[in-house]
């Protein structure tokens, strides 16, 4: 693909985002934010240190308002705390439920590349 054609491709898609609807907005937005896989990792910072890590994590999801179902400021889910941060779910590490908030938690999530 050229450069012309993947800048042409950009563009066409922010434009499309661009002309949607609030309502088609914040579909667009929660499902970005709700991730679900086989193999994710969390890692929560402290400045530029790795301070957890959750490993195996098979659903990232946005909490949602009970009676309003508008998006709360927090991300959920369960996962192996790797309290050792050698990336190996050992055998007497847990899984635990967590929550991770959009203020002021620097965090990373990905699918593990292993």
């Given at each position: 693909?050229?450069?012309?054609?993947?800048?042409?491709?950009?563009?066409?898609?922010?434009?499309?985002?661009?002309?949607?609807?609030q309502e088609q907005q914040n579909k667009i937005s929660r499902?970005?934010?709700?991730?679900?896989?086989?193999?994710?990792?969390?890692?929560?910072?402290?400045?530029?240190?790795?301070?957890?890590?959750?490993?195996?994590?098979?659903?990232?999801?946005?909490?949602?308002?009970?009676?309003?179902?508008?998006?709360?400021?927090?991300?959920?889910?369960?996962?192996?705390?790797?309290?050792?941060?050698?990336?190996?779910?050992?055998?007497?590490?847990?899984?635990?439920?967590?929550?991770?908030?959009?203020?002021?938690?620097?965090?990373?999530?990905?699918?593990?590349?292993?």
């Open positions: 693909m050229t450069r012309i054609a993947a800048l042409l491709i950009a563009l066409g898609a922010a434009l499309a985002a661009a002309s949607c609807t499902n970005i934010q709700n991730w679900t896989g086989t193999n994710g990792v969390l890692e929560v910072y402290a400045g530029d240190k790795v301070v957890r890590r959750f490993l195996k994590i098979d659903k990232l999801s946005t909490a949602m308002g009970t009676d309003d179902n508008k998006p709360r400021p927090y991300r959920f889910g369960y996962g192996v705390l790797d309290e050792n941060l050698n990336f190996v779910a050992d055998p007497d590490e847990k899984k635990v439920y967590f929550e991770i908030s959009d203020y002021g938690s620097n965090y990373l999530f990905f699918e593990s590349p292993r």
